[in-house]
């Protein structure tokens, strides 16, 4: 079971850049791993670190200024190669959002496996929260999964965004999709007996 994903307010880091793969996410050297345990602290490796170790200050996750749980990513976040590795890594962060114009399906999909929101939004929507953030980053974002809404609270806008309803119950519910089986267990026995029962008069 995961936490469960009603209403999320937050403020947000901000990563402006565009076609950002999922190497650049979670480099391939890291890959080895079949746990989840352990990939937060490689998230943007090679953009955090240098190659001695020390922690770039020039990169967003290393700027004081900037925290929580919604990352604010430009066009096409999450393409390249289908890595799962890279949803791990965004959860094991601390991230629980994800907000971008555009996701790389397979990507999009991993992050809802692992209990991350990806939130698509207009690409004027998303200039506005970059811009915002830019100005005071302290702003702050509603995330509502129930009504599916983004609101940004510096300017009382917002925008409606689309999530498959499957998936959306999943994360309501802190579930993933073994979690989902395990929860209906009994009505798939239920089902299989009543199948059983009919085929026997058949």
């Known amino acids: 079971m995961k936490e469960k994903f009603g ?7 901000p990563l402006p850049l565009e076609n950002v793969d999922t190497d650049q996410i979670v480099p391939a050297r890291f890959l080895k791993a079949t746990t989840k345990e352990g990939f937060g602290e490689n ?3 090679d953009w955090r670190y240098d190659k001695q170790g020390n922690k770039i200050a020039s990169f967003v996750l290393n700027d004081p200024r900037y925290s929580g749980k919604i990352l604010v990513a430009g066009k096409n976040f ?3 190669s289908s890595r799962e590795h890279a949803a791990w890594a965004i959860a094991g962060y601390g991230f629980r959002v994800v907000v971008s114009s555009f996701f790389a399906d397979i990507h999009k999909n991993n992050e809802l496996n692992n209990g991350v929101l990806p939130v698509v939004v207009s690409e004027a929507y998303l200039a506005e929260l970059f811009d915002s953030i830019s100005k005071d980053p302290e702003t702050k974002i509603e ?12 300017t009382g806008r917002s925008e409606q965004f689309e999530i498959d309803g499957y998936k959306k ?5 802190g579930l993933d999709d073994i979690d989902f089986l395990l929860a209906n267990q009994a009505k798939i026995e239920a089902y299989e007996k009543s199948q059983t029962v009919s085929n026997a008069f058949l």
């Open 7 to 13: 209403v999320l307010c937050s403020t947000c880091i």
């Open 43 to 45: 998230l943007f490796r």
């Open 78 to 80: 999450g393409s390249g």
């Open 143 to 154: 995330v509502n999964l129930p009504e599916q809404t983004i609101t940004n609270l510096a």
């Open 169 to 173: 119950h999943c994360l309501m519910n």
